[in-house]
């Protein structure tokens, strides 16, 4: 165990015992990847900084029923896409889509992807539908899997699979359109 | 895993450059932990309390409370009284001697140095009354009081009985016919003046009183003797010569 584990072993402790100090060290240190979460889930900079603040104010106030400190990082961010998933969920249905996604094309290596600056990557992100996005988000930049997602989301595995397709397709369409527009 | 999956997860950190607001961190932390209402330690209310209290007692106090007085009366000194002499007796006791009794005369007669009046305090504006017990006054003479009563009262005997003798209409005789009786009373009245002045200088002894006593009974007898000889002389030409009285003007005799 390094000595960054140590102390953010310690932080945690003391953030659960009421330090206010220690709350604002998992703060800084946790703040600007939850928020990046919340904000590619949701799409909406206001939203997110409020599901952000539920999310420390729910986390700080269950601290102490944690009981392994060191996992501190992944149970925030299961808090956060929860939070983001209950918030997506007022006034959104899932549809079916018709389109068979399930198999992802052995050819294709995404070597487009390079060219392409990570600033767009994640704007497009943004832009993808609400359905698309989140199962996108979960599933290529959270790496959960599929049953996961469907388990979070209420889906079925299909479903998952599809949106994930649907939003690959999106991506590639919208970011290869604007490199031939814009160089 | 797909190389589109791949990519952006082993770049993902990549994708995180957006960061929240600097005031976020305050909100969650007032969300925490809410501002408590300043408490404020029961004895301190009971002590404002009690002060409250107190200062509005001491106020109401002054407010209603009335003030003993504080500053002495005004000492007024009872100026000396010009007395009478013929039925008044003056001295600086006044409200315990009535005064003005009787025919007014001219000669002045001086306050009975035995006697000194009381020096009363009197408050400006309001009604002197007699005190008894002031640490001021002296005690008055008893005798002195049953004198200056009964000179009264019988100056007002005599002086009903002049005005009386005054008011008779004379038709037999003129007013001088009677300058017998007129003497006689002129007489009583320097006996009178000289036993006042008497009494003022030698104070007032049973003699005294028993001699103004005679000269009051006296005068009075004079007057009524006086009268029944006018009403007689009236009378008998009323009887014997009723056109006299009718034609003759009628005189008054004054004492």
Known sequence: MDTDQHILIATVRNAGNGDAQARAKLYSLFSKAMFNICFRMVANRENAEDILQETFIIAFSKIHQLKDEQSFGGWLKKIAISECIRFNKKGFKWTELSDNYEETPEDDNASWLHTVNFEKINNEIKQLPEGCRQVFNLYAVEDYSHREIAGILHISESTSKSQYHRARQLLKERILKHQVLHG | ?255
């Not at chain 2, 960061?19 to 501002?35: S, V």
């Not at chain 2, 000194?77 to 013929?86: G, L």
Request: aromatic share 8%; proline share 7%.
């Open chain 2, 1 to 255: 895993m797909d190389e589109f999956k791949k990519y952006i997860s082993q770049h993902r950190h990549q994708l995180d450059m957006d960061e929240p607001g600097f005031h976020l961190f305050e909100q969650i932390e007032k969300r925490l932990n809410p501002a408590k209402p300043k408490v404020i330690p029961m004895i301190f209310k009971w002590a404002a309390a009690a002060c409250i209290i107190l200062m509005a007692g001491f106020g109401m106090y002054k407010l209603f409370v009335k003030q003993s007085p504080t500053t002495p009366a005004i000492v007024v000194s009872k100026p000396i009284h010009k007395i009478d002499s013929s039925n008044n007796l003056n001295d600086g006791v006044e409200s315990q001697l009535p005064m003005d009794l009787g025919e007014p005369d001219n000669s002045v007669a001086q306050v009975n140095p035995k006697f000194k009046p009381a020096d009363k305090q009197i408050n400006p504006g309001k009604t002197q009354l007699p005190k008894t017990s002031s640490r001021n006054d002296q005690p008055v003479d008893p005798m002195f009081a049953a004198f200056s009563e009964m000179d009264r009262s019988y100056a007002t005997m005599v002086s009903l009985q002049i005005e009386k003798v005054k008011g008779t209409p004379i038709y037999a005789e003129d007013a001088g016919y009677f300058h017998v009786f007129k003497k006689q009373f002129q007489d009583l009245t320097n006996d009178e003046k000289v036993l006042k002045e008497e009494t003022k200088k030698n104070g007032i002894t049973d003699d005294t009183i028993s001699r103004m006593i005679s000269i009051y009974q006296e005068k009075i007898s004079l007057l009524k003797q006086l009268q029944f000889e006018i009403n007689k002389m009236n009378n008998r030409l009323t009887t014997t010569k009723n056109d006299i009285r009718q034609k003759q003007k009628p005189t008054y005799i004054n004492l």
